[in-house]
């Protein structure tokens, strides 16, 4: 079976930052693009960015609203997902998903809360 | 950057009703689209990608279509477990976006 398992959510205060983790199992992440998506208390959905596979080219792209403040990155040997977060602002708090970029995307990971308050 | 447009925001209807929802992209997203089911306090799940393939294990009564840039999820005949809110993706070019999501309630 599938399973996403992030960590690494908390309380932070604004300018804070936090690194969230996401452990993948019954696949190999190094075979498929993988994706952070985020949704604040109350509201919708959000891409937040991805990592592609190892190929030729393989990007790492980010929604607009991260302004170079949140950085993706992977360890494919670990089969593990991380999301960097810096300059965290109370419109950052929301539950952040992880999710395999594979069909659309899928499966979901269960999220981990992030909570930017002073 | 493409916007993703869904309507109705939400809409009321009866077990074994049929459900149509529907998005609608800025530009035209060729079929690179998908639905995704949320439930009250769980995470997403996707029931559709590349706008008409159903994911493994959802049940034929959800099906989808479309190409470009108007796109449809229906629902054969609602289901108690089906009240949740639904969400369109667009993943036809960086950056991706979301719908707004469609909440279907109970009548």
């Known amino acids: 079976e599938l399973h996403l398992v992030e960590s690494g959510g908390g309380l932070v205060q604004p300018g804070g930052s936090l690194r969230l983790s996401c452990a993948a199992s019954?696949?190999?992440?190094?075979?498929?693009?993988m994706d952070w998506v985020r949704q604040a208390p109350g509201k919708g959905l959000e891409w937040v960015g991805r990592?592609?596979?190892?190929?030729?080219?393989?990007?790492?792209r980010y929604a607009a609203f991260v302004k170079g403040r949140f950085t993706i990155s992977r360890d494919d040997a670990q089969s593990s997902l991380f999301l960097q977060m810096n300059s965290l602002t109370i419109e950052d708090t929301a539950v952040y998903y992880c999710?395999?970029?594979?069909?659309?995307?899928?499966?979901w990971g269960q999220g981990t809360l992030v909570s930017v308050s002073s | 950057d493409i916007q993703m447009t869904q309507s109705p925001s939400s809409l009321s209807a009866s077990v074994g009703d049929r459900v149509t929802l529907t998005c609608r992209a800025s530009q035209g997203i060729r079929n690179s689209l998908a639905w995704f089911q949320q439930k009250p306090g769980k995470a997403p799940k996707c029931l559709i990608y590349d706008s008409v393939s159903l994911q493994l294990g959802v049940p034929s009564r959800f099906s989808g279509s479309g190409s470009g840039t108007d796109f449809t999820l229906t629902i054969s005949s609602l289901q108690p477990e089906d009240f949740a809110t639904y969400y369109c993706?667009?993943?036809?070019?960086?950056?991706?976006?979301f719908g707004q999501g469609t909440k279907v309630e109970i009548k």
């Open positions: 019954g696949f190999s992440i190094s075979d498929y693009h």
């Open positions: 990592t592609e596979k190892k190929g030729l080219i393989a990007n790492t």
């Open positions: 999710v395999r970029g594979y069909n659309g995307l899928d499966p």
């Open positions: 993706l667009h993943y036809n070019g960086y950056p991706f976006s």
